[in-house]
C-alpha cells in the first residue's frame, strides 16, 4: 500500500510537470540561481560561501547544491529538469512520513484512513507555484528535514547520535528557509511531549530541549530585515488573527470559522492521549507534525498577514503534514473515545470538509495552472525572439509576459554570453557541446 501510494503520488506530479512545466527559469532564477551561481560555477569564480549567502530572508543553500548538481549532470540552465528532481524529491516526504509510522506500527485498524488526505495533499495543482518551478525546491527540502528530524526524535529520543542527527538537520532547516527557524523549536515540543508521558531523564531532555531553542532564537536574529517586505506584515493583533484563521482554514476557506474542525483534532486528541498516558510514538510523530505545520501559519499570518485575501499556492504545502496529522488525530480519538459522541462528530468533520474544500477549488486550482503555462509560452517566446534579433522590444512587454518583473535588467541578463550558454539550446537556439 505504502509503495503503491507514493508512486501514485509520483506519477500524478509528473503528469502536471510534464504537460505544465517550461524549460525558462522564472523570476527569483534569474538572479540567485543564473546570475549569482551557475554563472560564477561556469567562470570559476564561485565561493563556498556564496552557497549560502542570503537571498531575500532565507539562504537556500539545499537548494543551490541541487542547482548546481543538476547543471553538472544535465549541461544546462533548464527549469522543466529541475522541476522533474522535484517529483522524487516532493514524493521522499509522504515516503518518509509513512515510512516512520509503518516502523512504529502505526497504520493499523481504521488509520489507513489517512492514506487518501496524504495522497490528496502531494498530488493535487494547488501547490502549482512550487510543482512547475525548480527553484522552489527549498519547501520540498525544508518539509522533509523536519519529517526526519520529527521522526529522528521520536525513534531515538535519548541516544546521542540521534540528537545529533535532529540538530544538523534542524540546522540544514535554517539553511533552507528563513522558516526553517521552527524546525528546531518543533523538535523540542516533540521532546517535551515525551518528558510529558514518561516523565524520565528529565535533565537529559532539557538540556536538548534548550540546545534548541538557543539554536532557533540564534538563527532568528541572523534573519535580516527587509524593509520593502515590511508592506505585507500583518499590522495589528485583529489584522494577524484574521489572516491565522483563514490560513487554517485553508483548502475550504473563506470562512474563517472551519478554522476549528479542520485544526482541532490534533489539539483535543493529544491532550486526551497524554492525559490518559496514551500517547504512542505514531502520535508524538504526528503531533511534531502538526506542531511544525502550525507554527508556519503563525510565521505566514504575521509576515504576508496584511490584507490576506487568500493563502498563496505556494505557501499551502507548508500545511500538509499538519492536516495529515488532524485526520490522523481524528480517527485515533474514534478509536480511543467512541462513547464521546459529541467530540467524536466534531472531530470526524475534518473528513467532509477537507474532501468538499479541495473538491471545491481543484477547477479554480486548473484554471490557475493553465494561466501560469500560457504565460510561460508566452514568455519563452518573447526571451527566444529577443536572443534572436537583440531588438529590446520583445522584452518590453506587460507582467507576465517577460520572465522577470524588470526587463531592464532581464535584458542585461540575457546579453551575459555566459548567462546564453547556460539557457537550454530550445530557448537560446545554441547547440550545447
Given at each position: 500500500?505504502?509503495?503503491?501510494?507514493?508512486?501514485?503520488?509520483?506519477?500524478?506530479?509528473?503528469?502536471?510537470?510534464?504537460?505544465?512545466?517550461?524549460?525558462?527559469?522564472?523570476?527569483?532564477?534569474?538572479?540567485?540561481?543564473?546570475?549569482?551561481?551557475?554563472?560564477?560555477?561556469?567562470?570559476?569564480?564561485?565561493?563556498?560561501?556564496?552557497?549560502?549567502?542570503?537571498?531575500?530572508?532565507?539562504?537556500?543553500?539545499?537548494?543551490?547544491?541541487?542547482?548546481?548538481?543538476?547543471?553538472?549532470?544535465?549541461?544546462?540552465?533548464?527549469?522543466?529538469?529541475?522541476?522533474?528532481?522535484?517529483?522524487?524529491?516532493?514524493?521522499?516526504?509522504?515516503?518518509?512520513?509513512?515510512?516512520?509510522?509503518?516502523?512504529?506500527?502505526?497504520?493499523?485498524?481504521?488509520?489507513?484512513?489517512?492514506l487518501?488526505?496524504?495522497?490528496?495533499?502531494?498530488?493535487?495543482?494547488?501547490?502549482?507555484?512550487?510543482?512547475?518551478?525548480?527553484?522552489?525546491?527549498?519547501?520540498?527540502?525544508?518539509?522533509?528535514?523536519?519529517v526526519?528530524?520529527?521522526?529522528?526524535a521520536?525513534?531515538?529520543?535519548?541516544?546521542?547520535?540521534?540528537?545529533?542527527?535532529v540538530?544538523?538537520?534542524?540546522?540544514?532547516?535554517?539553511l533552507?528557509?528563513?522558516?526553517?527557524?521552527?524546525?528546531?523549536?518543533?523538535?523540542?515540543?516533540?521532546?517535551?511531549?515525551?518528558?510529558?508521558?514518561?516523565?524520565?531523564?528529565?535533565?537529559?531532555?532539557?538540556?536538548?530541549?534548550?540546545?534548541?531553542?538557543?539554536?532557533?532564537?540564534?538563527?532568528?536574529?541572523?534573519?535580516p530585515?527587509?524593509?520593502?517586505?515590511?508592506?505585507?506584515?500583518?499590522?495589528?493583533?485583529?489584522?494577524?488573527?484574521?489572516?491565522?484563521?483563514?490560513?487554517?482554514?485553508?483548502?475550504?476557506?473563506?470562512?474563517?470559522?472551519?478554522?476549528?474542525?479542520?485544526?482541532?483534532?490534533?489539539?483535543?486528541?493529544?491532550?486526551?492521549?497524554?492525559?490518559?498516558?496514551?500517547?504512542?510514538?505514531?502520535?508524538?510523530?504526528?503531533?511534531?507534525?502538526?506542531?511544525?505545520?502550525?507554527a508556519?501559519?503563525?510565521?505566514?499570518?504575521?509576515?504576508?498577514?496584511?490584507?490576506?485575501?487568500?493563502?498563496?499556492?505556494?505557501?499551502?504545502?507548508?500545511?500538509?503534514?499538519?492536516?495529515?496529522?488532524?485526520a490522523?488525530?481524528a480517527?485515533?480519538?474514534?478509536?480511543?473515545?467512541?462513547?464521546?459522541?459529541?467530540?467524536?462528530?466534531?472531530?470526524?468533520?475534518?473528513?467532509?470538509?477537507?474532501?468538499?474544500?479541495?473538491?471545491?477549488?481543484?477547477?479554480?486550482?486548473?484554471?490557475?495552472?493553465?494561466?501560469?503555462?500560457?504565460?510561460?509560452?508566452?514568455?519563452?517566446?518573447?526571451?527566444?525572439?529577443?536572443?534572436?534579433?537583440?531588438?529590446?522590444?520583445?522584452?518590453?512587454?506587460?507582467?507576465?509576459?517577460?520572465?522577470?518583473?524588470?526587463?531592464?535588467?532581464?535584458?542585461?541578463?540575457?546579453?551575459?554570453?555566459?548567462?546564453?550558454?547556460?539557457?537550454?539550446?530550445?530557448?537560446?537556439?545554441?547547440?550545447?557541446?
Open positions: 500500500m505504502t509503495t503503491f501510494s507514493v508512486s501514485l503520488i509520483i506519477l500524478i506530479r509528473y503528469h502536471f510537470v510534464n504537460h505544465y512545466a517550461m524549460p525558462i527559469p522564472f523570476w527569483d532564477e534569474w538572479d540567485s540561481e543564473g546570475d549569482l551561481l551557475l554563472r560564477p560555477w561556469v567562470d570559476g569564480t564561485l565561493k563556498i560561501s556564496d552557497l549560502w549567502k542570503l537571498h531575500n530572508e532565507h539562504r537556500i543553500f539545499p537548494t543551490r547544491l541541487l542547482s548546481l548538481a543538476s547543471y553538472i549532470v544535465n549541461g544546462q540552465w533548464n527549469n522543466l529538469v529541475s522541476a522533474r528532481i522535484n517529483i522524487i524529491l516532493a514524493a521522499t516526504i509522504p515516503a518518509s512520513l509513512l515510512g516512520f509510522l509503518i516502523r512504529f506500527n502505526g497504520l493499523n485498524s481504521y488509520k489507513w484512513i489517512i487518501p488526505v496524504l495522497i490528496a495533499q502531494f498530488t493535487l495543482p494547488f501547490s502549482f507555484e512550487n510543482m512547475l518551478v525548480g527553484f522552489q525546491s527549498q519547501f520540498y527540502f525544508l518539509i522533509l528535514f523536519t526526519i528530524a520529527v521522526g529522528l521520536v525513534t531515538y529520543p535519548q541516544k546521542a547520535v540521534a540528537n545529533v542527527f540538530l544538523v538537520l534542524c540546522l540544514l532547516s535554517i533552507t528557509m528563513a522558516s526553517g527557524i521552527l524546525t528546531p523549536m518543533a523538535v523540542a515540543g516533540v521532546y517535551l511531549l515525551h518528558w510529558l508521558d514518561k516523565q524520565e531523564k528529565a535533565l537529559q531532555h532539557f538540556l536538548f530541549i534548550a540546545t534548541l531553542v538557543i539554536v532557533a532564537g540564534t538563527a532568528y536574529m541572523q534573519i530585515h527587509i524593509a520593502a517586505h515590511h508592506i505585507y506584515r500583518a499590522r495589528s493583533i485583529s489584522e494577524w488573527t484574521h489572516s491565522f484563521l483563514r490560513i487554517l482554514s485553508w483548502p475550504v476557506g473563506p470562512h474563517n470559522w472551519i478554522a476549528a474542525p479542520l485544526w482541532s483534532p490534533g489539539l483535543i486528541a493529544v491532550s486526551f492521549l497524554l492525559r490518559n498516558k496514551k500517547l504512542s510514538k505514531s502520535d508524538l510523530f504526528m503531533a511534531g507534525c502538526y506542531m511544525w505545520s502550525f508556519q501559519a503563525i510565521a505566514i499570518a504575521y509576515g504576508r498577514g496584511q490584507e490576506l485575501s487568500s493563502v498563496p499556492s505556494r505557501y499551502t504545502e507548508l500545511l500538509s503534514i499538519g492536516l495529515v496529522a488532524n490522523w488525530f480517527i485515533r480519538f474514534m478509536e480511543e473515545y467512541k462513547k464521546r459522541k459529541w467530540q467524536k462528530y466534531f472531530i470526524l468533520a475534518i473528513f467532509p470538509l477537507f474532501l468538499h474544500g479541495h473538491k471545491k477549488r481543484f477547477k479554480f486550482d486548473m484554471e490557475d495552472i493553465h494561466r501560469v503555462y500560457r504565460h510561460s509560452v508566452i514568455q519563452t517566446d518573447n526571451v527566444t525572439k529577443y536572443l534572436k534579433t537583440h531588438n529590446p522590444v520583445y522584452l518590453q512587454q506587460p507582467a507576465m509576459h517577460i520572465p522577470y518583473p524588470d526587463s531592464i535588467r532581464l535584458k542585461q541578463l540575457l546579453d551575459n554570453p555566459t548567462i546564453r550558454r547556460l539557457l537550454p539550446p530550445e530557448i537560446s537556439g545554441s547547440k550545447h557541446i
